[in-house]
């Protein structure tokens, strides 16, 4: 009989421990803003499922979150500051030389996002990265 308790004591030890992560309250729609009252804190696991609040309120929704759904890290970004179709400057960099050109987003975008631009003057599609001014930046050292 204690074999069995030290065996059921050892299972039980070694069972994880309740997880908590992060859920939609309602529905919300993509591009959305999320402010506290938009997640809760649910019991459960699920890979990439965010655990902490402050990863997500003022976060923008990337896709629809669905009520008592995990939220995952990809679900969210930085709210856009660019616009599908917005002119922005398009500035490449290698080193001291600095070019600006303007070009027009081929998608929406927040800062630090990859973008892909159309430069106006040459037709050419490039990809960038929004920097916090709304600029999007191109060449050697591109990545924030």
Known sequence: MTRALLLLAALCAAAPAPAEMLVATRTIRGQTILGPGDIA???GTMPGALTDP????????RVNLY????IGAGDIGPPAIIERNQIVTLIYRNGPVNIAADARALDRAGI?????????????TVIGFVAPDGTVTVGASTKP
């Not at 402050?54 to 929704?61: D, N, R």
């Not at 009520?67 to 995990?70: K, N």
């Not at 630090?112 to 050419?124: E, I, Y």
């Open 67 to 70: 009520a008592g759904r995990p």
């Open 112 to 124: 630090g996002d990859a973008l892909k631009v159309m430069n106006l003057a040459s037709r050419t």
């Open 41 to 43: 804190v649910a019991e």
């Open 54 to 61: 402050a990863e997500a309120i003022g976060q923008e929704a």
